[in-house]
């Protein structure tokens, strides 16, 4: 099995590259034996073996080759072992031996192959659950112990997980094959989706502690760079991708010490991360002189928007205001609601922005959700209503399902307690950032 | 989304149940399949079973910090039994399993209906936007 030709060390380099390679090997393996499920085990077992061996001896001449190789060795044993299982159940001959041309191993690279099988991984019958661990094992090459660990279940919980979407997607009998230009058009707002559910999913474990762990906002980054170098005249991509630079770059600046969570007009904008702001915005750039204005490169707009702001008295809030007002043409829902009314607030007064929430009251969709409260509470804040502040960032804390967002409003609430008992004994009243 | 499956069991209730033996069979059986279906469906995160409350001590720090143990206190009603947690795509979801957990056998086979409360596990930062 190992390679006696030239072997270079290893290293993070290589391991990337061993990650780039999985889709690939997979595409060619599952196109060879049209049997994606246990094709996609058998890349995962090539996987393993080179995380096992490229370390030690070095990685192969032509590391591509070596785990089409070994995965396809693999997917001869499942073949043999599913005939005899078959021929001992009925005694029947098989009907053909699936052929395998050693002198085709090396070749059939089609660099297609890895937008088919994201395709498939985020093929609408999924679950959203299934779709996302299936694309960062098919497409994103990682192993499953790393997934379980992102997701924190056991190993053997993601392993079902995974080996019933394949189920699911063999008994949906979606084809291995690219879709035609239709389907992918309808298609592609649900790999959009999962990508940029992958990279919130980053977003949301990526506190302190958590550093060893998997980086799955990173991890979303370089599919979606990999989607976008597949399909570079979509805009939508090339938004998805300029919203997850654009919010990426704040990460350092984000949460403090203890991980409380920073909001974004107190973060020390000297830690973002110019270089990933500056890709953002050339993205962004890109995205737009495409034509149709989508729901993600609206929201990298509005990212950008706040960006550009040296101080937070700086940002443009008529600007974002305009957006927003887009948005909620193009894509209208409650949070784009909730968010429009921020922008109000900022732009005519916090009374508008109270009066732009009414509307969502009786929204079934924000029913019991705490960031209704939270925005009212704000709003409040920013009028100078202490007291109806203080009630609703305690109603949202008492809602919210989010450690960090929960610690955050509780001690908002509790400064302004404090603030306000201090003004009341003859102590000036700190003035409000907003 | 994570959610925990907590059953609570009456302390009137406590103690080993003195069914007969087929039907604590029977809900041996039904508690390890739900187990092993939680299990291949890609959504348990884990399950234990928790010791009887005569095993309880209740602990506090005393002043220099030392565990001060106590008995559990006579007046609770009920007790937590085990709990699972649960990693599901929908409240839903959570609440029929919860609900499968609740109609374990009990003596004669009839289901017991237990009381399961169920509660989302907190967790990270929410995704600032969308």
């Known amino acids: 099995m190992t390679d006696s030709g030239t072997t270079k060390p290893w290293d993070e380099v290589s391991e990337r590259l061993l ?22 085990d058998a890349v995962q077992d090539a996987m393993l073996s080179a995380f096992k061996q490229w370390p030690q001896e070095g990685i192969p001449e032509n590391p591509r080759g070596w785990l089409i190789q070994v995965a396809s060795r693999r997917m001869m044993d499942t073949v043999r072992s599913e005939i005899a299982r078959r021929q001992r159940e009925t ?81 949906s009998k979606v084809p291995f094959r690219l879709p035609t230009p239709q389907e992918r058009m309808q298609r592609l707002p649900a790999v959009l989706h999962v990508l940029y559910l992958i990279f919130s999913e980053g977003y949301a474990s990526s506190a302190g502690a958590e550093l060893q762990r998997l980086d799955l906002a990173r991890e979303a980054i370089r ?87 040296g101080r937070p008295e700086e940002t443009d809030w008529p600007q974002i205001l305009a957006l927003y007002e887009l948005h909620q043409r ?105 | 989304m994570k959610y925990m499956l907590m059953m609570n069991t009456m302390r009137a209730e406590a103690g080993v149940p003195t069914w007969p033996r087929a039907d604590l069979q029977a809900h041996i059986a039904y508690m390890h399949n739900l187990n092993r279906e939680l299990r291949q469906s890609g959504e348990l995160v884990s399950a234990e079973g928790l010791s009887f409350p ?29 709990f699972w947690i649960v990693d599901v795509e929908s409240p839903e979801r959570a609440y029929a399993i919860a609900a499968r957990a609740s109609a374990a056998p009990g003596a004669g086979g009839a289901p017991l209906n237990m009381q399961i409360e169920v509660r989302p596990v907190m967790g990270g930062p929410p995704p600032e936007m969308l």
């Not at chain 1, 990650?19 to 996609?40: N, W």
């Not at chain 1, 098989?94 to 093929?123: G, K």
Request: aromatic share 4%; with cysteine; hydrophobic share 45%.
């Open chain 2, 54 to 82: 005569d095993r309880a001590r209740l602990v506090q720090a005393g002043r220099d910090g030392a565990p001060i143990t106590d008995g559990i206190f006579p007046e609770s009603k009920e007790f937590l039994a085990g």
């Open chain 1, 223 to 309: 599919l979606t760079r990999g989607v976008r170098a597949l399909l570079p005249e979509n805009a939508e991509i090339a938004g998805l991708l300029a919203l997850m630079l654009l919010t990426d770059a704040r990460r350092a600046a984000r949460t403090g010490p203890q991980e409380e969570l920073i909001p974004l007009d107190k973060q020390d904008r000297s830690l973002w991360d110019r270089t990933e702001l500056h890709e953002g915005m050339e993205m962004l750039k890109l995205a737009l002189s495409k034509g149709a204005v989508g729901l993600y490169q609206l929201q990298a707009a509005i990212a950008a928007v706040h960006d550009e702001a």
């Open chain 1, 19 to 40: 990650r780039e390679l999985a889709p690939q090997v997979l595409g060619v393996v599952a196109r060879r034996f049209r049997d994606f499920s246990s094709a996609e």
């Open chain 1, 91 to 171: 005694a029947i001959a098989p009907e053909e031996e699936p052929a395998i041309e050693p002198a085709e191993m090396e070749t059939d690279m089609d660099p297609e192959d890895t937008l088919v099988l994201l395709f498939m991984c985020c093929h609408p019958v999924l679950s959203k659950s299934s779709a996302i661990a299936l694309t960062l094992r098919a497409v994103g090459g990682l192993t499953t112990a790393e997934i379980a660990n992102a997701f924190m279940v056991p190993e053997a919980t993601m392993a079902q997980r995974i080996s019933r979407t394949k189920q699911s997607i063999k008994a």
């Open chain 1, 330 to 434: 193009v894509a209208p829902g409650p949070m784009v609601t909730l968010n429009h009314a921020i922008a109000v607030a900022m732009v005519r007064g916090p009374e508008h922005g109270l009066e732009c929430l009414l509307a969502l009251d009786n929204d079934e969709r924000l029913a019991g959700h705490y960031r209704l409260d939270a925005v009212r509470g704000h709003l409040f804040e920013m009028l100078g209503d202490s007291g109806n502040a203080i009630q609703h960032y305690r109603t949202a804390a008492a809602k919210t399902t989010s450690l960090p967002e929960q610690n955050y409003l509780m001690t908002r609430a509790a400064h302004l307690e404090e603030a306000s008992k201090e003004s009341s004994s003859g102590l000036p009243a700190p003035q409000s950032q907003r």
